[in-house]
């Protein structure tokens, strides 16, 4: 059996970090994401979903994220219940995240632009890792030495040409 969900969207609030009472970190958060279709009128509307993530990942969401960021989110639903203080069943729906994707830097202004890096934290209790926002020095060098630096625009975005490409050369 498969439980499997991957979701991109943005942040609702900002993000509420809690710990256990066995100091195990727990942060939860809302995503907004949008459906691939318009309503009657017209209008996009959105999924509100909630998130649940832990340990140093928690941390790590808390500290990087906050109402607005583009976030991926990959992980499992998970169903739950408990009794509110009236004394009635309270079912929850939520995503436990085993990882979240930053896919913008935090207040950046490349990201309205249009040039998004992504920055990914893996899940778990060994990942200690701070979020990577740019290309690496590797990556910088070989561009620098490169004559032609790779592009992460369309090369065929501002260009009205059709396109020559032979039937042998597609794949299906």
């Excluded at 809690?18 to 691939?36: L, W």
């Excluded at 906050?66 to 992980?75: F, N, W, Y």
């Excluded at 625009?153 to 032979?166: G, L, Q, R, V, Y």
């Amino acid at each position: 059996m498969i439980n499997r969900v991957i979701l991109v969207g943005r942040l609702t609030k900002n993000p509420e970090l809690r710990y256990t009472p066995n100091g195990v970190a727990v942060t939860s958060f809302t995503i907004a994401v949008d459906r691939p279709f318009s309503n009657q009128q017209g209008e996009r509307e959105a999924d509100f979903i909630p998130v649940v993530v832990w340990r140093r990942q928690a941390e790590n969401a808390a500290n990087y994220l906050a109402k607005g960021s583009l976030t991926g989110v990959d992980g499992r639903i998970q169903t739950r219940n408990y009794e509110n203080n009236e004394g009635r069943r309270v079912y929850v729906t939520e995503v436990v995240a085993d990882s979240v994707q930053f896919l913008e830097p935090k207040g950046s202004r490349r990201a309205a632009a249009g040039d998004n890096y992504g920055a990914s934290m893996p899940a778990g209790p060994t990942s200690g890792s701070t979020p990577n926002y740019g290309p690496t020095d590797s990556q910088q060098n070989a561009a620098s030495r490169d004559q032609n630096p790779p592009s992460f625009n369309d090369p065929f975005a501002h260009d009205s040409k059709p396109i020559d490409i032979s039937d042998d050369d597609l794949p299906f």
